[in-house]
Structure formats: structure tokens, C-alpha cells
């Protein structure tokens, strides 16, 4: 979410400075791509845990015994144990939608950036290839559903 407050913010920067008089109009915007953005990650979060929760399949560390690092054991101990399908695939690929969407073209490169954090979650063994790919695939759909109800918001 962070991510989403930063390019509203960076992406009206240019509206604010070359008009004046225009600051509320500027700030509006940058509140509302904000709480759509929270709004979409809201609801995809709770689609994610309904699925894990009715999955409730174990992480392949659990299954295949595979040996991890004292630092990789501590980043997914608090997690819980299910994990189908991947939130951070997810998550990535939804801001990746919603960046691609609001900035145009030129910012497609952040589709690495989700690829990258879905292929980390394979690496560390907290997710099977399946989980990262329905994870990403559930987070592009439901952010490109949302914006194409909120199209002021998205390409204003």
C-alpha cells in the first residue's frame, strides 16, 4: 500500500506544481487513487483468505522437509499455515496493475518487479509454483475489475 500512496503522490506532483491554484484539486485525486487502491487491496486480501482458509494445504518446507536458513525460517514462522493461493503474487501483481494502469505504458517494467517477488516466494519453499501463479492471476483480475468500474480514478 505504500507503493500506491507514493505514485499517487509522485504521479500529481506535476499537477500541483504547474497549477497553482489547483492544490485541492491535486490533493483530491491523490486521496482517492489512495482509498481505491486500499479498497482494491482490501477486497483481494479477503479473497486470498478465503481461499487459504478453505484450501489449508501445508508450505512445501513443511511437506518436503526442505532445509531452511535461520533468516528464512523467521520471515515465514509468523505466517499462517496455509498458503493457497500466494497474497504476495498477489499483492504484486495487483499494484503492478493498478501502476501500469494509472502511469501508461512506459511503466510496464514493474510486471518484473511481481515477477520477481512471486519467484522469491518459490525460492524460500513458502509457495509451490501453482500458488504464486493463481495468487498473480487473481491479483491482476480483481485490480483490472475494480478499474474498470472506477475509470475516473484510474485514467483521470
Not at 525460517?73 to 498477489?90: L, M
Not at 515477477?115 to 501463479?133: E, F, K, Q, T
Request: net charge positive; with cysteine; charged share 15%.
Amino acid at each position: 500500500m505504500v507503493l500506491s500512496v507514493l505514485v499517487g503522490i509522485i504521479y500529481h506532483l506535476k499537477d500541483i506544481r504547474s497549477t497553482p491554484g489547483n492544490h485541492i484539486k491535486s490533493f483530491k485525486k491523490i486521496v482517492r487513487f489512495m482509498l481505491c487502491s486500499s479498497m482494491i487491496y482490501g477486497v483481494t486480501s479477503g479473497v486470498i483468505q478465503i481461499l487459504k482458509e478453505s484450501t489449508q494445504r501445508p508450505r512445501p518446507y513443511e511437506i518436503h522437509q526442505v532445509r531452511m536458513s535461520a533468516a528464512l525460517r523467521k520471515t515465514t514462522a509468523g505466517e499462517e499455515k496455509e498458503f493457497f493461493p500466494s497474497g504476495h503474487s498477489s499483492g504484486a501483481f495487483m499494484m503492478a496493475a493498478i501502476i501500469c494502469r494509472r502511469l501508461g505504458k512506459k511503466m510496464h517494467f514493474v510486471y518484473g518487479w511481481a515477477v520477481l517477488v512471486a519467484l522469491s516466494r518459490i525460492y524460500i519453499g513458502a509457495h509451490y509454483p501453482s500458488d504464486v501463479i493463481v495468487g498473480g492471476l487473481l491479483g491482476w483480475l480483481m485490480a483490472n475489475l475494480f478499474i474498470s468500474k472506477l475509470p475516473k480514478v484510474f485514467h483521470s
